[in-house]
Every structure is written in C-alpha cells, then in structure tokens.
C-alpha cells in the first residue's frame, strides 16, 4: 500500500511538472533540490519528506492535495 501511494504521488507530481512545461532539472532548480530527487520521486522510488512535495506544491502552483488524488 505504501509503494501504491509513493507510485501515485509521483506519478501526480511528474503530470504536473510535465502539464505545466517543466524540464526535471528546472523542477529541482526551482524547488531547491536535485534532478535525481525529482527523478526519484515521481518514479516512486524515494520517500520525499513532506516540506519538498509542499515546495513541489508551490513551485507547480497546486493544491498539495492534488497529489493524493
């Protein structure tokens, strides 16, 4: 169930990111963090804390509970 959720969170994530025109490395530029973060998050193979997907949030200019849905 856990690896379900990361899954889904990153694959929100990244369909933002992409929605909103977002190379990976301008995504962690902006939000203060690596392309490999970005890269593993949105693959589901990172468990971000929770002030990144808030900064992934505010960067992409979405609710944080978008992420969840």
């Known amino acids: 169930m856990e690896k379900d959720l990361l899954k889904l969170i990153g694959r929100n994530i990244k369909a ?41 949030s505010h960067v992409l200019d979405v609710d944080i509970n978008k992420f969840l849905a």
């Open 16 to 56: 933002e990111r992409v929605r909103k025109g977002y190379s990976q490395e301008q995504m962690a530029e902006l939000a203060e963090t690596t392309r490999r973060t970005v890269s593993l998050v949105e693959s589901g193979l990172q468990h971000p804390k929770f002030l990144l997907v808030v900064r992934f």
